[in-house]
């Protein structure tokens, strides 16, 4: 975990990038990063005690959805179609290339989706 609080004040002391980097242990490109989004943002030390790591990780980089972004599956009719009795993964992904199966995502996001949620067949 990057220790962003560590990072900024230890560059509002005047310690160098390399020097952050090895205290933090985090690489120089991570801490130049850091310092530069931080400038840009307007995000200097000293930080109320409240903001922690993962505030301060948000602020700096928010999660910004793009307009091609690939949207989720039905996971309620993915998990539904994968419960029936020889339906594989490669049968759910078949027929939304075909367009027999409503889908509203990309058929190899059906995939990575399933086997990272655990409702996939093996």
């Known amino acids: ?5 560590e990072i900024l004040r230890l560059r509002d002391s005047g310690v160098s990038v390399r020097n952050i980097a090895y205290s933090c242990g985090c690489s120089k490109s991570t801490v130049q990063t850091v310092l530069a989004k931080a400038k840009a943002k307007g ?3 000293p930080l109320p005690e409240e903001v922690g790591d993962a505030d301060i990780y948000a602020i700096l980089f928010p999660k910004e959805r793009r307009e091609g972004a690939k949207a989720e599956p039905d996971f309620d009719l993915v998990h539904k ?5 020889g339906v594989t993964l490669m049968l759910c992904r078949a ?7 409503p889908m509203v995502a990309s058929p ?5 989706s399933a086997s990272a949620t655990g409702t996939g067949q093996s």
């Open 1 to 5: 975990m990057i220790k962003y609080r």
């Open 95 to 101: 027929s939304a290339v075909t367009g027999c199966w």
């Open 43 to 45: 995000l200097g030390w």
């Open 81 to 85: 179609e994968l419960s029936r009795k």
């Open 108 to 112: 190899t996001s059906i995939r990575r």
